[in-house]
């Protein structure tokens, strides 16, 4: 089958390898389609990640795709099951899992590769966190499940009220999701991104204004619309330390920092202690995901509720993924449906 492997900065190689069969409590499936991800541009990028890949090693973490292979003693699925497969599973065993922080979980059984014409996917995964797609539901559009499980987790981890403003900074597709799913939720919600087609789009999911931050101060700006005060959660979606920084800027006395870039490893911020202290400000980094995000995630995408459609750029063949990181990294596309078959 073809598949893509990574091996290094922006060394991304499609190459024919063996075909996977399921192990026991495994599945295989037939990718229908694997969506880009900022997480993968990053990855592609800095040429590797240090939660989930070894390099070399198979690329991709969202798909929805149909069973084709059922391993031994798995007895809940059946070939032709339409699916999708959340990229982990905790272990359910842990400190973490005892206290329901899944996503902290220190044995995570990650699984990638979904750049490929079919993938197994791992026990773990096939008992916790496999979930049939809707019949009503596009592959395409299932296939976000994840991302937006990870946004969903954040908006749970971010405090927010009825009555709260939100800034998010960032407008790639988890920062325009942010911005979805908390305008449906909260007073008021702006948008700083670098992208005037990507802000427009930002617009259409529901933020009340943008800003271009090449052409504006994102601190003066927020505080010009808010007396002075700052914003009472801010949502940092870039994964640049800078970016940290300005958020951390953003936010009012009592507010919520929600740090959900990852940025590369082993880089600091500065903060400054007095602000941190006689503010009352909440700084947290947020992680992944957990087995309840993962099933309202595609519950919310099955409601059709909110047009994530808009969030896929293009639909493309495998053999156009190089093009495609391309294309990401100059902020040509958001995200782009794959089409393995």
Not at 160 to 180: H, K
């Amino acid at each position: 089958m073809l598949a893509a492997l990574l091996y290094g900065r922006e060394d991304l190689r499609l190459e024919t390898i063996d075909r996977p069969s399921p192990a026991e409590g495994e599945v295989t499936i037939e990718v229908m389609v694997a969506t880009t991800c900022g997480t993968d541009l990053k990855v592609w990028r800095r040429g590797g990640h240090a939660k989930m890949l070894e390099l070399p090693t198979r690329f991709g973490h969202e798909a929805a795709g149909k069973i084709v292979a059922i391993g031994r003693g798995v007895t809940d699925w059946q070939t032709g099951d339409r699916v999708v497969a959340n990229n982990s599973a905790p272990c359910l065993k842990c400190f973490f899992c005892d206290r329901q922080a899944y996503s902290l979980c220190p044995n995570l059984t990650w699984n990638n590769g979904t750049f490929a014409q079919f993938q197994n996917i791992p026990a773990p995964i096939v008992k916790h966190n496999l979930l049939r797609i809707p019949a009503n539901l596009d592959p395409g559009l299932a296939s976000m499940t994840e991302p937006l499980a990870c946004v969903l987790h954040g908006v749970a981890r971010s405090n927010f009220t009825p009555d709260s403003r939100v800034v998010v900074i960032g407008d790639g597709a988890i920062g325009l999701m942010f911005v979805a799913v908390m305008a449906s939720q909260c007073q008021s919600v702006w948008l700083f991104g670098g992208n005037d087609s990507r802000l427009a789009v930002g617009e259409k999911l529901g933020a009340d204004r943008v800003w271009n931050y090449h052409t504006v101060d994102i601190p003066s700006t927020v505080r010009e619309l808010t007396q002075g005060w700052g914003a009472d959660i801010v949502i940092e979606a870039t994964g640049v330390p800078s970016v940290w920084e300005t958020a951390i800027a953003c936010g009012r006395p009592g507010a919520t920092i929600n740090l959900f870039g990852g940025c590369p490893k082993d880089t600091t911020i500065n903060v400054n202690t007095d602000r941190l202290h006689y503010s009352e400000l909440t700084i947290k980094g947020v992680f992944h995901n957990t087995p309840e995000h993962v099933r309202a995630a595609l519950a919310l995408l099955a409601s059709k509720s909110i047009p994530f459609e808009l969030l896929i750029s293009d639909r493309r063949p495998l053999t156009d993924l190089a093009q495609t990181f391309e294309d990401m990294r100059d902020r040509q596309v958001i995200k782009v449906a794959m089409l393995p078959n």
